[in-house]
């Protein structure tokens, strides 16, 4: 790989979605028919592309059709969550093609990595592929992260896990390359590969895991920022009147929004007792999903908990979209299903009537196409964005001359 018109050839058959004749290829990718001759004899070779039957348009030569050839490359995600840990391979075209699950319980790094490690070995060899046909794999972890030496710096709820050297250790203890990259961005680029909506899809992902981050899509790439953190939002003041914050300030994101803050805020309200481990992330989530389904039930107490949550969240994202100016807004995350219901009805109103471009346009808001999943598939699909994607900074190593012009 590595081939800027190589990337732009295989970007236009998966955007595609279904075979397309080297004329149509051509129309797509702006390249000559004489380079696209080249390019697909290289990828037929390869096997990254097939032939898939012919086409005929009127009078002429039938066209050849071309495929991407979806098991002739693979990737795999992990993605690391303080209650559990998520694997996935993914085949060329992005679909999830195995998955397991690891329950993180004591969090000692080392173990983990070893379960990691396994857990991906056994996934490979269910799978039946070769390990030379994987490309790598992509590592999500909650931020922020120090990108320069492939470390968590100190994430939430993982004790034992601060200054931990996750892409080394992992990379040494399975042989391939790790991209490591925040769940929030990984997420993110997973929102871009499996929707495939327009290439300059533009978009700000709101990620509910224990603790809240967002991502920035702009015109089709995640944007990371100077070091890799861009989207830390846990002292955002969402709430003025709001609780008090370790931070100094009241009602911030980090104590209004997320789901150890409405789980305190039940205890308070007495929905819950005040006898579980909240610093625990399995008793968390437990906790916090039955403060949900009592809200679905009716229960007002709890119905008033999550409603506040909400409106404090759509504060949050018009803080966000006023500042970013995106075409709409994901929400996604291990917590997202929980309250998808409750806050879609919510947050929409109050973005809505708040935004600064409230007379120009709604801003559309979604769930994630991508599901629960979407921390390690997104972290898979990292590593295939990287093998795959055309970038403007392969093209300035490439040596070509004839590179497509935009459209
Ligand atoms: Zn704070």
Redesign the pocket.
């Known amino acids: 790989m590595g081939d800027f018109n190589q990337a732009v050839v295989i970007e236009a058959i998966r955007r595609a979605g279904e075979a397309l004749s080297r004329t149509e290829l051509a129309a797509a990718t702006g390249l000559s028919a004489q380079t696209l001759t080249n390019i697909t004899r290289r990828l037929l070779d390869e096997g990254l592309i097939a032939e898939a039957g012919r086409a005929i348009n009127g009078p002429g030569k039938p066209r050849v059709l071309l495929r991407l050839v979806a098991e002739s490359r693979y990737s795999v995600g992990v993605h690391l969550d303080p209650a559990v840990v998520t694997v996935v391979v993914l085949d060329l075209a992005g679909a999830v093609v195995a998955r397991r699950l690891i329950p993180v319980g004591s969090p000692e790094p080392g173990r983990i990595i070893d379960e990691m490690a396994r857990a991906i070995d056994a996934l490979i060899a269910e799978v039946g592929v070769d390990r030379s046909r994987i490309f790598g794999i992509g590592l999500a972890a909650p931020g922020p992260l120090d990108e320069a030496n492939g470390t968590v710096v100190d994430p939430p709820m993982l004790r034992g896990w601060r200054r931990v050297p996750l892409r080394e250790l992992l990379s040494a203890a399975t042989g391939f390359a790790v991209a490591l990259e925040k769940d929030t961005a990984a997420a993110a680029v997973g929102e871009l590969w499996t929707r495939r909506g327009p290439v300059d899809d533009s978009f700000v992902f709101l990620y509910l895991g224990t603790g809240l981050g967002a991502a920035l899509a702009r015109d089709g790439d995640v944007t990371r920022g100077r070091t890799g953190n861009l989207g830390e939002i846990?002292?955002i003041?969402v709430d003025p009147e709001g609780p008090p914050?370790?931070?100094?300030?009241?009602?911030?994101?980090?104590?209004t929004c997320t789901p150890q803050s409405i789980v305190a805020e039940a205890v308070r309200a007495g929905v819950l007792s005040a006898e579980g481990d909240d610093d625990e992330p399995g008793a968390l989530e437990a906790r916090f999903a039955h403060v949900c389904a009592q809200a679905e039930q009716g229960e007002a107490a709890a119905s008033g908990i999550l409603g506040r949550a909400a409106r404090c969240t759509a504060a949050l994202l018009v803080v966000l979209t006023d500042v970013l100016d995106v075409e709409r807004i994901v929400l996604g995350g291990p917590f997202w299903g929980y309250v998808s219901e409750v806050y879609l009805a919510e947050i929409s109103e109050h973005v809505q009537r708040l935004s600064a471009t409230r007379a120009l346009r709604e801003i559309p808001i979604d769930g994630t196409v991508v599901g629960a999943d979407v921390g390690a598939v997104g972290a898979a699909c990292v590593v295939l964005d990287r093998a795959l994607t055309p970038r403007s900074s392969t093209l300035m190593l490439s040596e070509r001359s004839d590179v497509p012009v935009a459209p």
Do not use: Y
């Not at 914050?245 to 104590?255: D, E, F, K, Q």
């Open positions: 846990g002292h003041v914050c370790a931070c100094g300030s009241r009602g911030c994101v980090a104590v």
